[in-house]
Structure formats: structure tokens, C-alpha cells
């Protein structure tokens, strides 16, 4: 961040931290051990489905949308897959940068720490750390900071929480240095980009069953063919993001992943609204907006897929004659839910651009499942945490601050205004 203020800043100066991957929960257990006590309470910073990175830091920075969800994703225009891991070979080109946010940062691993933390991960968390040190230490002391410590994350999905605390105590010395060196003239804002679950997960036999009901996986979609469908796989993460001939065909495979053992539901567009899928039934979410102001509708098909039907009894008086309720009041009432906003949240999944090129389908696994790249799984036989549903272990990251307190939620298109 070049933000020199020396001048006409009313602030103090900003250390803008971000830790890859780091939950909400295992922050405030933190500071139940005493750690980070210099700071305000943490909020939860609710990250948008799929809970990863590249969606989560273009949203909250108001950055261009990455290309896919992942560095190898479906381009809907070539109507074939592209990226992957050439992307993390050599250094960071610009065609190596998914979103604008990255030109912001003052501090960022080299490409490569993002494998080696599979096969070294303590040495590399320790390196990432005393480099980002080293980098502050050169940085003009008037001028904003703003550092994203990757191997937060991959330490969290390796090796689980206990070595994660660890790291956090080394974090929490090392701010504690920060702090001595530069004062009150210092505000230190300490974020994530998504939570995580913090459970040992295993994969989803995603091919194979959608193999058998009759699918073919495909690395274009060129042609008119309904069986033939296109799913970028890499991280080792609680989503899938799966292309199709039309949003005709997403439904149906929608259908048919519902008896999939790991799939907690999926989502398609069916014209202006999102139909959700489940083994626990069907809904669709409808948006509308009124005199600049939005309203959601939850409307049940079959069984209760979100688990609203408490929510909606409570909110019985905010519904209008169409059944539907605004924005602010569904925020209100399922900012902690299980999933948390998951009205705005999921429509906005498919509606709002969070990447370039949007899934037809969308689908969010049960805590314990993930899907992702066969490789990655020789490279990590144990996936001790993972992120990507839209589940609340994962779609509550963190934020606080040592001059400011900011609401106990705060969502990923709000914090914006609070980080820059
Ligand atoms: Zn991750």
C-alpha cells in the first residue's frame, strides 16, 4: 500500500494483516489464553461462498473478480479449462495476479511456499513470518502496511489447529515487538480471509458417482452435449464447482448428487432465482429490490434445505404480501446461523460476479468432505481442516483491530470501509 498520509492523514498509520485461513474460533480461544489482549474484540468477518481466498479478498477489498474460484478454473468463453499449477511455477507475473487486491499488498510468500508448506510446513510458516518481519522493518515507517501470511492457511490444513496455535503464539511475540517499535502512531488490523472446520475431512467420490449416473468429465464443453460436464479440480476444499451445457442440465445434476454421501447441497440459477437442493429437500431463493432497497424470499418446495423454517416463524411480522423480508432483517436474524447470511450469500453466489466465470452449479459439502486435485492427496494423505462450504466454521473469519471496535458481524462487502 503506498497510502502516504505524513501529511493530512487523520489516522494513525495502518498494519493491514492477513492470516490465510485462520477461523474466527481459534482467535477467540487466542485470546482466552491471554494472547492478542492488545487488540478489541474480534468480530466475525463473514467470507462469501466458496469460502476461499481469491472470492473472499476481491470482495472484501471491492477488487476485479478473479477469474475462477481457483488458479485452475473454467473459462466460459473458450468453453474449456484453464490455469493450474503452471500458475505457481517461477515468479509472480502479472498473469500469475487472479485480482486487483494483489497489487495492494506490501508482503506476500514467494509462489513456491505454497507447495513447500505441504512438505515443510513448520519451516515454512517460521520463514513466511521473519520474512514478512524483514519486510516491515524496510518499509518506509510513515507509510501504511498491508502483509498476507499465506502459510497460516496450508499449516491449519496439514498439520490442524494444535500447530496452528503454535504459530499464532509466534505471531503474537512478534506483534507485541511491532507494537514496542512503533507506538500508538500504529493501528494494527488483524484479519482473515474464511474460517476453516477443524476436523479431519475425506474426499467425495464426486466422479465416480456422477460417472455412473452418466456424466463424462471434460476439459471443454464445446458441442451440444448434456452429459458431458466440466469440474475444475485442485485445493483440497468443502466446494465443487461444476459447469454444464445450460443451467437446465446443472439442475439435473443437482438431482443426482442430493444421494451423494458428503454433499450437504447444491445450487443452480433457474432464471432470475437460485434453486437450492438437498437430501433435506428443495427451496429457491428470489431477490428483488424496491426504491434502492433489496428483499429476499426463502420459498420451500419440499422439506426446509437451509433450515429457516425457525428463522422465518421469528421474522412472521417483516414478510410483505409476495413473502418476502429485506435484506437487513434476514442479516439480523442469520448472521450466526449455521449458515451464516445464507439468503444473500448463496444468491450473490451466483448472481453477483465473485468471479469471472461463474459455475453453473455450485456445490457445498458437509464438514469432513472435500474434493480438489488427486495430487494434492498423495501430497497430503491427512487433510486435518479444510474451507469452502458455506458452512459457519468456514464463512467466519475474523477481524479486530487495536484502535477500533467493530460490529460483533461484519460482511465481506462491508469491510472495505474498515480495512482501507
Ligand atoms: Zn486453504
Redesign the pocket.
Known sequence: MNTNYTAMRERPRRLLLCLD?VPYELIRQARQRGLFDRFHEPSRLLSPFPTMTNVALSTMFKASAPAGYESLYFDCERREMRGGIGKYVGRRTADKIPSSYMDRLDYQEPLHFEFLIYVAPEKIWQTDFSRFRQCLRAHAPAQDFFAFLKST?GLL?IRGAEELNVALERLNELLRGVMKEYGQDTEIVLFSDHGMNLIENRRVSLRTHLRSCGYEFSHNLRGASASRIAVPAF?L?GYAAIYSLNDEVAEKVADNLTELEGVDFSICRKEDSVVVKSAQGEARILRKVRDEETFYRYQRIAGDPLKLQPTVKRMKEWFDAEDYAPEDVWYEQTGDHSYPDVLANLYGALFDSRVRHTANLLVSFKDGYYYGAKAFSYLAPRLRAT?GNALSPSSNAFLMSTHRTFPATVRAKEANSILC
Do not use: L, S, T
Open positions: 485461513g492457511d490444513h485445493g476444499c474451507h
